[in-house]
């Protein structure tokens, strides 16, 4: 029996299943990239240890088979190895796969090891450009010398990640860029060269207009076919399609050396088959970037987790969920509705 057909794995009103939950560690972070712009506090009443292992337990019995740990900064969490750990017997419940998105300044060789160790399968690091003044920018860091600083760093965790086992060959290490239109797109093909030279794939991502702080406006967007066309010049690209429910289009190189990948959610989004629920350090649950209002799961966490509760719960708001808000998105039209929650928040 394929999991949406199983009774117990609720779909949505769009006959979408439940699939990926993405779940922030944190709202804070040591960058402060302008599209995403951080808090710099937490929100009170942040999810415990056994809370957060409670709702994964859940959203696992509901069809998750992917956990993505994000933030803010996730290694700004002191027990996110810890989480892992926790979180693996869910892999005889149904689990297959545990990610982490970082911006990987904080991922030195132990850290990257421990991650390994805890039962980590994949990261993902944010790079948004090959240059120190590019990432000072990109990253909201302020000057040329912290740009550079983080540079080495990322570029050190890449190492250090495929050091502790992360096989890019196997798609256990990628590298996201977001590009904005005016302020990284120079960035687009040393990126490319970059990631092509390290065996990584490279995610481009049209920047979007998740939460009202950062400014956004669809003259900032270069639509993936764009960075496609740029990045297929210097390099020719054969198409290899989007994954069901996945996030990205996936082109190979024609030389063989590795693909590309681009996630289009302005110029050609992707709600159609999207199956990814997202909660927040502190406990709130979206059922889309996009959602005006979360739900506060801590009634059935506290005082302490109740399973049977928190199951229903996310069950009977799967079942409601209606969002297609990428799709619906009017860029051009008099009236555009802006989320409330913010990125970092969220965990993208
Ligand atoms: N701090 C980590 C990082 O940067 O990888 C994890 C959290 S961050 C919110 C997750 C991903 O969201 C990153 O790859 C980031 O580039 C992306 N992101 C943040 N704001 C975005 C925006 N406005 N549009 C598109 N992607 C965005
Ligand atoms: Fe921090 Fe990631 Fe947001 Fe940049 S995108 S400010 S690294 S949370
Ligand atoms: Fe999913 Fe909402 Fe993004 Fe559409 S806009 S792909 S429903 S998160």
Redesign the pocket.
């Known amino acids: 029996m394929i999991p949406s057909l199983r009774p117990d794995r609720p779909l949505d009103q769009h006959q979408r299943p439940l699939g990926v939950l993405r779940l922030s560690l944190t709202a804070r972070?040591n960058?402060a990239?302008p599209?995403?712009l951080p808090d710099g506090q937490e929100p009170a009443g942040l999810l415990t240890l056994p809370e957060r292992v409670a709702v994964v337990g859940a959203a696992v019995g509901l069809g998750v088979t992917s956990l993505r740990l994000?933030?803010?900064?996730?290694l700004l969490n002191r027990e996110l190895e810890d989480l892992i750990e926790a979180v693996q017997p869910l892999r005889h419940q149904g689990l297959v796969e545990i990610a982490l998105?970082?911006?990987g300044s904080l991922l030195d060789r132990a850290r990257a090891q421990a991650l390994r160790r805890a039962g980590l399968d994949r990261i993902?690091?944010?790079l948004?450009g090959t240059t120190a003044e590019s990432v000072a920018q990109m990253a909201g860091l302020g000057d040329r010398a912290r740009g550079e600083q983080a540079l080495k760093r990322i570029l050190a965790a890449i190492d250090h990640a495929k050091a502790a086992g992360f096989d890019p060959a196997c798609a256990a290490l990628k590298l996201?860029a977001?590009i904005v239109r005016g302020r990284n797109d120079d960035q687009l093909l040393p990126l490319a060269q970059l990631a092509r030279h390290q065996g990584v794939e490279l995610r481009l991502?049209?920047?979007?207009?998740?939460g009202t702080r950062?400014g956004?406006s669809p003259a900032d967007v270069m639509p993936a076919a764009e960075m496609v066309h740029q990045v297929g010049q210097r390099w020719p690209l054969e198409p290899l399609g989007r994954t069901a429910h996945g996030t990205a289009s996936r082109w190979r190189y024609g030389d063989g050396q590795g693909a590309l990948a681009v996630v289009a959610?302005i110029s050609a989004p992707f709600c159609g088959d999207c199956n990814r629920l997202r909660i927040t350090a502190d406990g709130q649950v979206y059922t889309c970037l996009f959602a005006s209002q979360g739900t506060d799961l801590r009634p059935w966490l506290r005082p302490v987790p109740n399973p049977s509760g928190l199951s229903l719960a996310l069950g009977r708001l799967w079942r409601q969920r209606q969002d297609r808000y990428s799709e619906e998105r009017q860029i051009d039209g008099p009236v555009r509705r802006r989320s409330a929650a913010e990125?970092?928040y969220?965990?993208?």
């Open positions: 972070c960058f990239c599209y995403c994000t933030g803010g900064e996730p998105t970082s911006n993902t690091l944010s948004d996201n977001v991502i049209e920047t979007m207009d998740v950062n956004w959610s990125m970092a969220l965990g993208g």
